[in-house]
């Protein structure tokens, strides 16, 4: 019961993070934010392509040599649910990871270009009062 439980959650996890990067709005890439004109920069979606790929892969190979660890070791279901859980946070900790790095990236590369630096800063706000 632990590994089919745990199988699915590790598929579920990878897929939902490798994916994380195509979810978000395309003027945010890695929680910097690009302007409207360079949201299709080939840079930024080679970065997207790279932490999906590492993820997916990664998070598939896991699952991969966990199942068959798993079915073909006599093994108790507390050390099968334990090493579910370090792969599970094995996979946190390295998306973590590159995304902080691709950050890094992404904000060193709008700096490099210039992107935004001569878009006059508004401010919107909200005048009427509510009773």
């Not at 859980?85 to 270009?113: E, V």
Request: net charge positive.
């Amino acid at each position: 019961m632990g590994l089919t439980l745990y199988f699915i959650m590790i598929g579920f996890i990878f897929v939902l993070l490798s994916a994380t990067p195509f979810l978000l709005r395309r003027t945010i890439a890695f929680g910097v934010t690009i302007p409207e004109g360079h949201t299709d920069d080939p840079t930024i979606a080679s970065y997207k392509k790279i932490f999906a790929t590492t993820i997916f892969i990664t998070g598939l190979i896991s699952l991969i040599f966990y199942f068959m660890w798993a079915q073909n070791s006599n093994l108790t279901e507390e050390t099968i649910i334990l090493t579910g859980l370090a792969i599970h946070f094995g996979l946190l900790f390295l998306s973590m990871g590159l995304y902080f790095y691709f950050h890094a990236k992404t904000q060193r590369l709008k700096q490099i270009n210039e992107w935004g630096l001569h878009l006059k800063p508004f401010r919107l706000t909200d005048l009427p009062i509510r009773p």
